[in-house]
């Protein structure tokens, strides 16, 4: 049961930072690569897109 709620919670952090990604002022190339990371790597994605992704703008 503990990793069926992990696995919602990592969900639910992918679709935030995808989106927060998308809305962000960054470059479509950018954007388009944090997408494939994200999606590709869907913890260690988003621990990287907090640390070193586009900021708001």
């Known amino acids: ?3 069926g709620i ?9 679709i935030y930072a995808l989106v927060k990604t998308w809305e962000s002022g960054a470059s479509t190339g950018a ?4 997408t494939v990371v994200i999606l590709l790597l869907p913890v260690l994605g988003v ?9 708001a703008g």
């Open 31 to 34: 954007k388009l690569l944090w």
């Open 1 to 3: 049961m503990e990793y």
């Open 6 to 14: 992990f696995g919602i919670l990592v969900l639910i952090a992918d």
């Open 47 to 55: 621990i990287l897109w907090l640390l070193l992704g586009p900021k």
